[in-house]
T-cell receptor, first 118, second 113 residues
Framework: AQSVTQLGSHVSVSEGALVLLRCNYSSSVPPYLFWYVQYPNQGLQLLLKYTSAATLVKGINGFEAEFKKSETSFHLTKPSAHMSDAAEYFCAVSDPRAANQAGTALIFGKGTTLSVSS | NAGVTQTPKFRVLKTGQSMTLLCAQD?????MYWYRQDPGMGLRLIHY???????AKGEVPDGYNVSRLKKQNFLLGLESAAPSQTSVYFC????????????FGPGTRLTVL
């Protein structure tokens, strides 16, 4: 069975500082991995996804993530935090074999709330 | 394109009342999902559908029923609401085979007193 662990339910950074949100996965096969962002009172928006192409994935709003198979990690980073980055971030995993199977859902981590102070 | 929309945005129920949450998508997606989001729990799958007229149970299906009579709509029903069903409910859709990305609606915040 697949699972996702997000280390740290709350991360606080100063504006302009590096953002690092940690995600580790468990999967019997190389997975597909996703980062979603949820702004207050809104739905989830896809930031970026890894689907077995390049291991360094660039997403929207200056975020990127690197797939490291040896560490079973997919950490999200941004070089310089902005106040508008304050939100909740979810890492999710999916079985690539399920891409051609009916009805496979994403498995989500519990989320990390990012706070950005000025 | 409105994407995925959900109705209503907010609702307060009393224990034992029933209600239906509506999800609609205009992207002609085959697969649709209902999740609930609780603090510190992430998103958990309630039910899903792989096409018109089909539904299946997810991780936490008890106390909920669903229907997909039309491809674009996916309804989530609570027959007898309980305080434990207080949550934020998200609908999502996915194009179909070969795609893993899901597109989410804005959510419905439900409180059961």
């Amino acid at each position: 069975a697949q699972s996702v662990t997000q280390l740290g339910s709350h991360v606080s950074v100063s504006e302009g500082a590096l953002v690092l949100l940690r995600c580790n996965y468990s999967s019997s096969v190389p997975p597909y991995l996703f980062w979603y962002v949820q702004y207050p009172n809104q739905g989830l928006q896809l930031l970026l996804k890894y689907t077995s192409a390049a291991t360094l994935v660039k997403g929207i709003n200056g975020f990127e993530a690197e797939f490291k198979k040896s560490e079973t990690s997919f950490h999200l980073t941004k070089p310089s935090a902005h106040m508008s980055d304050a939100a909740e971030y979810f890492c999710a995993v999916s079985d690539p074999r399920a891409a051609n199977q009916a009805g496979t859902a994403l498995i989500f981590g519990k989320g990390t709330t990012l706070s950005v102070s000025s | 394109n409105a994407g995925v929309t959900q109705t209503p945005k907010f609702r307060v129920l009393k224990t034992g009342q029933s209600m239906t949450l509506l999800c609609a998508q205009d992207m002609n997606h085959e697969y649709m999902y209902w999740y609930r989001q609780d603090p510190g729990m992430g998103l958990r799958l309630i039910h899903y559908s792989v096409g018109e007229g089909t539904t299946a149970k997810g991780e936490v299906p008890d106390g909920y029923n669903v229907s997909r009579l039309k491809k674009q709509n996916f309804l989530l029903g609570l027959e007898s609401a309980a305080p434990s069903q207080t949550s934020v409910y998200f609908c999502a859709s996915r194009p179909g085979q070969g795609f893993n990305e899901q597109f989410f609606g804005p959510g419905t915040r439900l409180t059961v007193l």
